[in-house]
């Protein structure tokens, strides 16, 4: 591959995961939301800070690149919006009901702007011209499918392990933990290489990930929710199994039983013993 479009593939596995498709394919897979919602909240909030700097300590140009800067316009167009959005949604109520009522409106204005900030980053990268041919974009895809399905076969099977009888977390880390997020991914590669002519580069291994992971996980969910179903049934017969026999408990031989009253019968005499010398 062309060393703009393996940086690229680079940058791509150092963004953190997008929100809204985990949280859509979590409750498709019976998965767990809450923990879901927590995942993606967080892994953004701190990717804002942690992404750039494992981008730039793969790559090794932190150099070149005035991280000051970086971060200053990651803030402002990331963390600073962030910031007035929950500002709004908990102290004012009518900006809270306006966006409610318009929230098709606001989602498609959303697209539009991601649509457009795209368009502008691939403007700047043909405008300068590229060595990268079509057989190499196609090379990319060809890896990004066999990357992305290694780690979601790799994510289901450590989840298994480590968390054996919690299915709807299992589920909830299958895309939890292999998703890439486009709505944060696409600023902050532009911030950090906004005067670099190949960012378009940068950017289209991001641009392929992201309808790959729909494709994948729309196709799994189904399976996974199945999966999730059964397991839970099978936990609640074991549960259910364990409190019988807890309540059958073992039951003593008539040896046992009769060594048992006679050591009574011996008790209660010495204490009718004690009884008449206390008197």
């Excluded at 600023?187 to 950090?192: G, Y």
């Excluded at 048992?260 to 004690?274: F, P, S, T, V, Y």
Aim: aromatic share 10%; charged share 15%; with cysteine.
């Amino acid at each position: 591959l062309p060393q703009s479009l393996a940086d690229g593939m680079t940058i791509c596995a150092s963004l953190p995961i997008t929100v809204n498709m985990v949280l859509v394919l979590t409750k498709s897979a019976d998965g767990d939301e809450a923990a879901a919602i927590f995942n993606a909240a967080f892994g953004n909030l701190i990717g804002v800070f942690l992404s750039p700097a494992l981008i730039l300590g793969y790559l090794g140009v932190s150099g070149q690149i005035n991280l000051g800067n970086v971060f200053f316009k990651l803030g402002l167009r990331v963390v600073l919006p962030i910031a007035i959005g929950q500002f709004l949604q908990k102290f004012v109520p009518p900006a809270k009901e306006f966006v409610k009522k318009y929230k098709k409106y606001f989602k498609k204005a959303q697209e539009y702007c991601l649509v457009f900030i795209v368009y502008t980053v691939f403007c700047k990268t043909f405008l300068n011209g590229s060595d990268v041919e079509v057989g190499d974009i196609f090379l990319m895809i060809a890896l990004q499918f066999v990357m992305l399905s290694f780690v979601m076969v790799l994510a289901w099977t450590l989840l298994r392990i480590l968390f054996r009888n919690e299915p709807k977390l299992q589920a909830m880390g299958l895309f939890g933990c292999t998703h890439k997020t486009v709505a944060m991914g696409v600023p902050l590669i532009n911030a950090i290489y906004e005067d670099n002519p190949m960012v378009g580069l940068y950017t289209l291994p991001l641009l392929i990930w992201h309808p790959m992971q729909l494709v994948l996980g729309t196709a799994v969910a189904p399976r996974v929710a199945a999966y999730v179903k059964r397991r839970e049934a099978e936990l609640m017969q074991q549960q259910q199994e364990g409190e019988d026999e807890v309540e059958d408990g073992p039951r003593p031989d008539e040896n046992t039983q009769l060594l048992m009253e006679q050591l009574m019968e011996l008790d209660a005499a010495a204490n009718g013993n004690a009884t008449e010398n206390g008197s």
